[in-house]
Every structure is written in structure tokens, then in C-alpha cells.
């Protein structure tokens, strides 16, 4: 089956302007989770979803928010884009149970001048 | 803040030797997982070990558990050149969400 979608792949902003990221998930699947992939900080979670309800938020700035369809197809905003927000962020789906595998889509790839 | 740290942050190995990296945690978890990236794409899964459990092994992969020291290891066996890329460990604490090492990047020389 499919696998996780993320779109775009690459985009290029500058600060200030907004973005939004969309994650398809795997088939049957879900949970959505996103992460923020820098050289500096790493993978830092931002949020999770199921079933349109928002479960966990990582300590991110309100300027990132989510939200997940009734598909089960998620979207992420970024306000305001400064030049820190520069990253690789990542999709996640899984069946949403406990110790379910967690698959990852390819990433979108953000760089704000 | 992430939750594990990984060592070495770098691994520089010959094919067909065997690659160790090592992953400490801070909290009490439910399960710990290792995945793979390669440059700057998805991470891919590799493995998953529950805390009640010492040692799993998936092909020439075997990763070790110790709660008590509250660290983990992941050891590639025969290593390929496509085993080339950076390694994480992930931990579970079911709240939803991975806490990611900063991983240990392998570059494994023909």
C-alpha cells in the first residue's frame, strides 16, 4: 500500500509570510504526528493527532498549529515564518495504538529567507 | 529538549565490520526504537524494544536494553555500504509522541 505523503516537498518563503504543510497518511491509519528535523535542535515534536483530536503538543510557539481531517489527512500552518523555522518536518502516521510503528513520510523541506 | 543522547555522534567503519552506537535516555519509558535516515529523507523504522525486554535482534541488527542504566545499543553486523546513513533512538513514554536522540551519523567505506 501507499505510503505517507507529504506535500510540497520543497518550499522557500521569506520571514514573515505563512505556510502551510500537508501530510497524507498510510491507508487505515490514524494518528498523525509531525516533527521539526534542524542541524541545531534536532527532531522536535510538535503535535499528534487521532481521529481529528489533537492528543500531545510539543514546546513550540503558538505560530505552529494543526489539524487533522475527517480522513484522517492532516495540515500543518506556520505563521509569521522567521529564519529559524528553516527545517526538514516530517509526517508520521500510525494505526494509533500503543506501540504501533510509526511510519514517516519524506519530508518537506522548508527554507525561509 | 530531547530526551536521548547518542554516542558516538559519528561512526567511520570498513564493509564488513560491525558498527556499535550507544543511546542513553533520562526517563522512565515504555519502549525504545531505532530508526535510520538517510540524507535528510523520512526516517525509517528498524526496530522496537519493550522495556520488559533485554535484547531483540532483526537480521543483522541486535539491540540491547539495560532500564537500569536507562541506556540502549544498536549493533549492525556486517555492514554494507547501504547501511550508510544516520541512526536514532526514539523513546516511547505513551504520551503520544518520540523523544529523538541526536543520532550517530555511519559512514561505511568500501
Known amino acids: 500500500k501507499a505510503g505517507v505523503t507529504q506535500t510540497p516537498r520543497y518550499l522557500i518563503k521569506t520571514r514573515g509570510q505563512q505556510v502551510t504543510l500537508s501530510c497524507s497518511p498510510i491507508?487505515?491509519?490514524?494518528?498523525v504526528s509531525w516533527y521539526q528535523q534542524t542541524p541545531g535542535q534536532g527532531l522536535q515534536f510538535l503535535f499528534e493527532?487521532?481521529?481529528?483530536?489533537?492528543?500531545n503538543k510539543g514546546n513550540f510557539p503558538g505560530r505552529f498549529s494543526g489539524r487533522q481531517f475527517s480522513n484522517s489527512r492532516s495540515e500543518m500552518n506556520v505563521s509569521t515564518l522567521e529564519l529559524g523555522d528553516s527545517a526538514l518536518y516530517l509526517c508520521?502516521?500510525?494505526?494509533?495504538?500503543?506501540?504501533?510503528?510509526?511510519?514517516f513520510g519524506p519530508g518537506t523541506r522548508l527554507t525561509v529567507l | 529538549s530531547q530526551q536521548g543522547e547518542e554516542d558516538p555522534q559519528a561512526l567511520s567503519i570498513q564493509e564488513g565490520e560491525n558498527a556499535t552506537m550507544n543511546c542513553s535516555y533520562k526517563?522512565?519509558?515504555?519502549?525504545l526504537q531505532w530508526y535510520r535516515q538517510n540524507s535528510g529523507r523520512g526516517l525509517v523504522h528498524l526496530i522496537l524494544?519493550?522495556?520488559?525486554?533485554r535484547e531483540k535482534h532483526s537480521g543483522r541488527l541486535r539491540v540491547t536494553l539495560d532500564t537500569s542504566k536507562k541506556s540502549s545499543s544498536l549493533l549492525i553486523t556486517a555492514s554494507r555500504a547501504a547501511d550508510t546513513a544516520s541512526y536514532f533512538c526514539?523513546?516511547?513514554?505513551?504520551?503520544?509522541?518520540?523523544?529523538f536522540g541526536a543520532g550517530t551519523t555511519v559512514t561505511v567505506r568500501a
Open positions: 508520521a502516521s500510525s494505526k494509533g495504538l500503543t506501540e504501533d510503528t510509526q511510519y
Open positions: 491507508s487505515g491509519h490514524r494518528s
Open positions: 493527532y487521532f481521529s481529528e483530536t489533537q492528543r
Open positions: 526517563t522512565s519509558i515504555n519502549n
Open positions: 524494544i519493550r522495556s520488559n525486554e
Open positions: 526514539a523513546t516511547d513514554n505513551s504520551d503520544y509522541k518520540l523523544s
